[in-house]
């Protein structure tokens, strides 16, 4: 499903790779735990799994397809048809309703509106539904949202039109840990009902229960500091 060969990338201006992956791959509907201390590279990481970042070495397969040869309308395509991405700010547009935000990547995407089904308003809602947004929300504005009902727009937008990939970076940070432990649960049953594997990213280790496997990516980025590491 993701596969990535001596992968490496430096920000601009930068001497030193931040991320430096000689080898790490995801299988279908895998579930997996992404950890590590703040500023270490786990949104970096992300971004270049997700084409938004450009790596400078090495390829990064996803179901196949070489995404560091891909460019620019070419990969932006490819991560319309395959990926899901919960951002940490979630990024929900403001002049938008729930709905429309949460439609959004089947405008983008020829492939996931089709897996979507026919009536795109009906999808977004059950997924909303199933991600337990109160009814009264539906009809909000989302700046009207609390940052938890936020996060359930954010990550129903990025499951629907059942996403090959889906990619978390952090988006339970602001929740209590009832609340985050129930949306977790949740997210993993969309997961699941989708097909699509998930990278969650966390440097909350109590979370790690929830899933197949959990990573460090210190441990993981030969770029990584001494300090990242212990
Ligand atoms: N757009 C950017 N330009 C230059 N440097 C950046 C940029 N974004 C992040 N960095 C740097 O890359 C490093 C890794 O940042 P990143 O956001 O990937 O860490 P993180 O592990 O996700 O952190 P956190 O847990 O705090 O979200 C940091 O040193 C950061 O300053």
């Given at each position: 499903m993701l596969l990535i060969k001596d992968l490496r990338f430096r920000w601009p201006g930068q001497e030193q790779w931040q991320i430096d992956i000689p080898d790490f791959s995801l299988e279908a509907k895998e579930r997996v735990f992404l950890k590590g201390a703040s500023g270490c590279g786990k949104s970096t990481l992300l971004g270049l799994i997700a084409g938004i970042n450009t790596a400078d070495q090495g390829s990064l397969h996803i179901q196949g397809r070489d995404l560091t040869a891909l460019k620019g309308a070419k990969r932006d395509a490819f991560r319309a048809d395959h990926l899901g991405y919960i951002f940490q700010q979630f990024n929900l547009l403001p002049y938008l309703s729930v709905i429309d935000n949460v439609t959004l990547p089947c405008r983008f995407s020829k492939a996931r509106k089709e897996r979507a089904g026919d009536n795109l308003q009906q999808e977004a809602e059950r997924l909303l539904r199933a991600l337990a947004l109160p009814e009264n929300c539906l009809d909000k504005p989302v700046t009207e949202l609390s940052i938890g009902q936020q996060q359930r727009v954010a990550a129903a937008r990025a499951l629907i039109g059942k996403p090959a990939l889906l990619l978390a970076d952090e988006p339970t940070s602001a929740l209590d840990a009832d609340t985050r432990n129930a949306?977790?649960?949740?997210?993993?049953?969309?997961?699941?009902?989708?097909?699509?594997?998930?990278?969650?990213?966390s440097h909350d280790s109590s979370l790690e229960s929830h899933f197949d496997r959990s990573i460090s990516l210190p441990e993981l980025n030969r770029a990584a500091t001494p300090m990242e590491v212990l």
């Amino acid at each position: 499903m993701l596969l990535i060969k001596d992968l490496r990338f430096r920000w601009p201006g930068q001497e030193q790779w931040q991320i430096d992956i000689p080898d790490f791959s995801l299988e279908a509907k895998e579930r997996v735990f992404l950890k590590g201390a703040s500023g270490c590279g786990k949104s970096t990481l992300l971004g270049l799994i997700a084409g938004i970042n450009t790596a400078d070495q090495g390829s990064l397969h996803i179901q196949g397809r070489d995404l560091t040869a891909l460019k620019g309308a070419k990969r932006d395509a490819f991560r319309a048809d395959h990926l899901g991405y919960i951002f940490q700010q979630f990024n929900l547009l403001p002049y938008l309703s729930v709905i429309d935000n949460v439609t959004l990547p089947c405008r983008f995407s020829k492939a996931r509106k089709e897996r979507a089904g026919d009536n795109l308003q009906q999808e977004a809602e059950r997924l909303l539904r199933a991600l337990a947004l109160p009814e009264n929300c539906l009809d909000k504005p989302v700046t009207e949202l609390s940052i938890g009902q936020q996060q359930r727009v954010a990550a129903a937008r990025a499951l629907i039109g059942k996403p090959a990939l889906l990619l978390a970076d952090e988006p339970t940070s602001a929740l209590d840990a009832d609340t985050r432990n129930a949306f977790i649960s949740l997210l993993m049953n969309e997961c699941e009902n989708a097909g699509s594997s998930l990278l969650f990213v966390s440097h909350d280790s109590s979370l790690e229960s929830h899933f197949d496997r959990s990573i460090s990516l210190p441990e993981l980025n030969r770029a990584a500091t001494p300090m990242e590491v212990l």
